[in-house]
């Protein structure tokens, strides 16, 4: 990712270490994983105000009772302890032991609560994580933790399981004169399909912000970014989004949802977008980002659904993996999305860096050049454009192609 | 399928035309396919009541708007005619004028309207239907038509895509002292997921009945077998399941939910419960029939979201094509199906041919062997049976698992 200035906010390098005061290390605890590293911790001396969201699935694991629990009470937050591997989902009291056990280990070193810790898991459903193997690796992480750009992406690329490519950002921008950053990671590339937030994500920043508004804004921005893409329909038992605010910009607490407020949003929003993204586009077996973008419709709720929808169709996204101009698979789509419209007010376009083309216009499919299409459906990001001409509402959704890898990848995930 | 006695029903040799009056024919009339049958007729010079369910798809395909209107009239039926290769779906009112001219060519024969002639379409959306191809070609099947099992066969064999197998059945049964036969066949491969009936499925049979209750006893059977199968999640725009009665059985009419007819209603339940199976172990790429079975649930409605969403999601088809005992993949689907349930009343077990275990005990793993798991997950059938401890209520979905074969069809499935 290049630097540059997006609006009000400058992308700058780095991830979960760019704001002032975080910590970041990885360690190798051998929960599953042999020869890498499977643990990631961040951490901040100064306390921080903390907000999550997690999973809708009615199978929570152990990590997503542990932090909702934590997230929703006013305990002051000091640091994350992630593990990949295994996880820790459909566990049960023994699971939310190894939560406490994990929290505990770092509340011996600093003095304090295991609830001063959050912690997530990613990996294997049911089965169980060795208790002293995290112990471990927690007090290992704690005592390797360090400030700057390595020790981030170190935690970062820790925490990825079936991932191909490590996801982090960082933003800032100027708050009453004062440099405010934020700073995210996330993993995720199978299990993932938009219902709450699909997978790991954490969020830090220096910002001094209100713990009601920090949980708002997040909840605000997940719906439209982390809640719109989808790998495979599959909503993990672990889904977990955290934010972490420090306060050590010292720019004047947002205390109300006033203009310093929404550049906050705006900026957390641009984060997840990226990080979404990314996500969808590293799809397990993906080789392509799939885009449906919908316009005029007639509420927001339709277009949401129908974008998702399309993006979520195992044969449109077939149709991508094949760069096949099969639109009528889009359509079809839309049509079992549980939205309502008449199929004789829709226009569907192909679209991507190698052009736009128009393949169904109200109704009736339009004569188009077959090599052409192909031609823009073979590019790495690919967009279906529909325009429902019913109304002003539109709504974005992301997802990937499904290839022989997916398959791949998961009839055999275990081993 | 060997011939037995089930129940009070006797399987029997052939399909659509086992029923008394029954003729059907087939014919290569060139839509799209080249080199093979693309057509289909059933026909009965004995007017036929009929009855028809159809995809809940906003987007519905010009035949599914024809029938439904036939269906829902008092208008008697001779005929169904139905190609392969173009769906004849967003196809606007050219669509709808070729059911016209096929219904028309068929009247012009037998004189009549065009609405004594039910139509179905299945193949690639978007695309229009050569007029002057499907007319010639009715007419051909209107000359060639014929009793006998092997024209039900290979008019069933016409309307197959990407089928790998041919799926027909026929069943005999007595009321009053009268030999009643129902016959049926079905085409579905990919495109199928449990709203309404997911494919195209025609049942023949002599029974004499009224066409209120042959409507009814349709949509109640349909919604346990056709609408519990899935092997994509895309529900098609062309799904159509018809019945036709010529009364040729002459047993007294059924007029009345007596005995007679929860008679007829087992039998076409059996008929179609044995071609929704035949069609989800056939689904595209398929080396598997998947079933998941929810028992003691607290509601139908919960059991049979759970297991529709069990045999619904792509990482438990993965898993059962690679064998692999990843049964949090199972309770991670149940727990996003919209069901409520707590995890902790939950046992799972694996069955098939091969014997049967328990892998999850009311909220933890149960240490099982591999060895012993993967054989019981490397038969032709696989059961999750999943016992939720919480009521009485039970169902159960079939699919199949999901294969690299399944994205090589659709990758490039319109060539």
Redesign the interface.
Known sequence: MELNRIGNFEVIQGGVTAPKGFQAASAAAGIKYKNRTDMALIYSETPCVSAGVYT?????AAPVLWDKAVTDSDVKVHAVVVNSGI?N??????GMDICRATGQAVADIIGGVPENVLVGSTG?????IDTAKIVAGTKELMASKSFGIEAGTAASKAIMTTDTINKEIAVSFEIGGKTVTLGAMSKGS??I?P?MCTMLGYVTTDICIEKKLLQEALSDVVTDTFNMITV??????NDTLLVLANGLAENPVIAEKNADYQLFRDALYFVCEYLAKKMAGDGEGATALFEAKIINAKSKEDAKIMARSVV????SK??I??H??????F???????G???D??DVQLYFESKAGKMM??DK???VPFDEDEATKILSEEAVTILINMNEGSASATAWGCD???D???I??????
Do not use: E
């Open positions: 809708t699935n009615v199978v929570k996880a989902a459909c566990t049960g009291q023994q294997v459903i049911g089965m169980q199978g299990m399909h219902n495979d329909g599959d909503t993990s038992t979520g169709s195992n044969l077939a149709a993996y094949g096949d101009a099969n639109f009528g698979r359509l079809c789509a839309m049509g079992y999305s939205a309502d419209f199929q004789n393949v169904f109704g009736s499919p499904l290839t022989y997916y398959v791949k998961n009839a055999d995930y275990r081993s």
